[in-house]
């Protein structure tokens, strides 16, 4: 008998993992069994309930916040990096074609990397 699509059990349902830091899951199973809800259930929920348009401003802030985490206002730290004579000649041009300098462009490829969101030069947001 096939589940039912709402459940979200069925073959073409997409397997989400998910990685939470210790003291996060004992909270989240402990809320769990505490209201005798079943974990991926619940998660489902929540998905949904944070899809429609209609969540209260102070939770939509509180969510925003959570996911955006706090700036990175620390001291940088100085990187030396060799590249072969023709990386650096790719990387001059592509810098010199965004009009950001080779440093600029190499931190923004970093950046873009690691957040998985693009970068964009002040030339790119004018």
């Not at 259930?41 to 985490?69: F, K």
């Not at 730290?77 to 590249?83: A, D, K, S």
């Not at 970093?110 to 002040?122: D, I, W, Y």
Request: net charge neutral; glycine share 2%; with cysteine.
């Amino acid at each position: 008998m096939p589940r039912d699509a709402k459940i979200g059990a069925t073959r073409s349902s997409y397997v989400y993992t998910l990685r939470l830091p210790d003291d996060l899951q004992e909270q989240w199973l402990s809320y769990c069994r505490r209201n005798d809800k079943k974990a991926a259930a619940t998660l489902r929920a929540l998905m949904r309930y944070l899809l429609q348009d209609n969540m209260p401003h102070e939770v939509q802030r509180w969510v925003t916040e959570q996911v955006e985490g706090q700036p990175d206002d620390g001291p940088k730290h100085r990187m030396e990096i060799r590249f072969t004579p023709t990386e650096y000649q790719s990387i001059t041009a592509r810098s010199e074609a965004e009009c950001c300098s080779p440093q600029r462009w190499v931190i923004n490829c970093v950046r873009a990397s690691l957040t998985h969101e693009p970068q964009f030069t002040l030339e790119a947001t004018k």
